[in-house]
């Protein structure tokens, strides 16, 4: 069955940075995009960006151009998503989300999802 | 990228129907028919109840059901249970390999 184990919870301090990892199984790593998606608490889901495990091409929202950073190792089908120069706005819930690489494919299977806590 | 606008919540009497809207732009909803709905309860992971603006995933009762019309997509619950009771957000396309969220409208079943 199809399987997104993400990382576990991580408290960072300001300016610092954060890496989390989104292991896949139970399909084949490169017919599927990556999303990464974040809720901050309370609040609602925001699209970070995508990449494609295939040729390991990410795609990022306007808003986290230049801070973050989307990867994959296809010997494992993990990807990963790093996130610099943390600030208190950063305290979130990050999901990864698969959709089939097709453009403009919703996303059909969601990990459970990596708190990020941000405070000094 | 702004967010589609989504109303704050929603509520409605077991057996009712309830109707979520979502509004963006000619660039997300308007232009694409690649709108997707979301349900996420409390402390869990969001599930995919729709998606192309008005098909359905296996396992998703028919009770859902989507449309749109013009900038503007549409959630519709029937037959309204508690189980319903949930966040929802809608989720559009916004080409070049970029997508946008509503901001979520909190179901409450009465």
């Known amino acids: 069955q199809v399987q997104l184990v993400q990382s576990g919870a991580e408290v960072k301090k300001p300016g610092a940075s954060v890496k989390v990892s989104c292991k896949t199984s139970?399909?084949?790593?490169?017919?599927?995009?990556m999303h990464w998606v974040r809720q901050a608490p309370g609040q609602g889901l925001e699209w970070m960006g995508i990449?494609?495990?295939?040729?390991?091409?990410?795609t990022y929202a306007q808003k986290f151009q230049g801070r973050v950073t989307m990867t994959r190792q296809t010997s494992t089908s993990t990807v990963y998503m790093e996130l610099s120069s943390l600030r208190s706005e950063d305290t979130a819930v990050y999901y990864c989300?698969?959709?089939?690489?097709?453009?403009?494919?919703?996303?059909?299977?969601w990990g459970q999802g990596t708190l990020v806590t941000v405070s000094s | 990228q702004s967010a589609l606008t989504q109303p704050r919540s929603v509520s409605g009497s077991p057996g009712q129907s309830v109707t979520f809207s979502c509004t963006g732009a000619?660039?997300?909803?308007?232009?694409?028919?690649?709108v997707s709905w979301y349900q996420q309860h409390p402390g869990k992971a969001p599930r995919l109840m729709i998606y192309d603006v008005n098909k359905r995933p296996s396992g998703v009762p028919d009770r859902f059901s989507g449309s749109k019309s013009g900038n503007t997509a549409s959630l519709i619950i029937s037959g309204l249970q508690a189980e319903d009771e949930a966040d929802y957000y809608c989720c559009s396309y916004a080409g070049t390999y970029t997508w946008v969220f509503g901001g979520g409208t909190k179901l409450t079943v009465l």
């Open positions: 139970g399909y084949t790593f490169t017919d599927y995009y």
């Open positions: 990449i494609n495990p295939s040729g390991g091409t990410a």
């Open positions: 000619s660039s997300d909803v308007g232009g694409y028919n690649s």
């Open positions: 989300a698969r959709s089939m690489v097709v453009v403009a494919t919703p996303f059909d299977f």
